[in-house]
């Protein structure tokens, strides 16, 4: 919750005017509970999601990830209905299997690294090109996982994007 990745991916959505919340996964920072090998990370996106749906019932709710998060959170965001579209950076294609995605026809954006040690450029790029549209893309070159010196970039793609499909009825 507390990294440079996260932070400029929901000051995005705050600037589209999108329901915004950031949290730690069970036994990150002050939370409580233990790690759960993903498994029961995925009840706690679950819980943010219903959260989020009852504070704001008639708005379209889009799920951000980063990293862990994006393989815990997609997966979630991808079967739940009330997710209109999914956005994940830093995709950890290398160390986490993101197949799930292969079915999804909500839109994606997809925002990687072109140095990014955990999602390789070629790996994702495969990746990328086997799953349905509607998706996009955005590379940051010459950038790490963290997208060091590079954030605005990342918050510019998010922004954008959020805003065509949140335009969309």
Known sequence: MHNKVVFRA???????????????????????????DGIGEHDDVRAALDYLASRFPERRLCLLGFSFGAWVGLAVGAGDPRVAALVGLGIPIATSNMGFLHGVSKPKLFVQSTLDEFGPADLMQSFYESLPDPKQIYWVRGADHFFAGKLEDVQIAVREFLQRVLRQA
Do not use: D
């Not at 000051?11 to 790690?35: H, M, Q, Y």
């Open 10 to 36: 929901a000051k995005a959505a705050l600037e589209v005017g999108a329901p915004t919340l950031r949290f730690n996964f069970r036994g990150v920072g002050k939370s409580l509970g233990t790690f759960a």
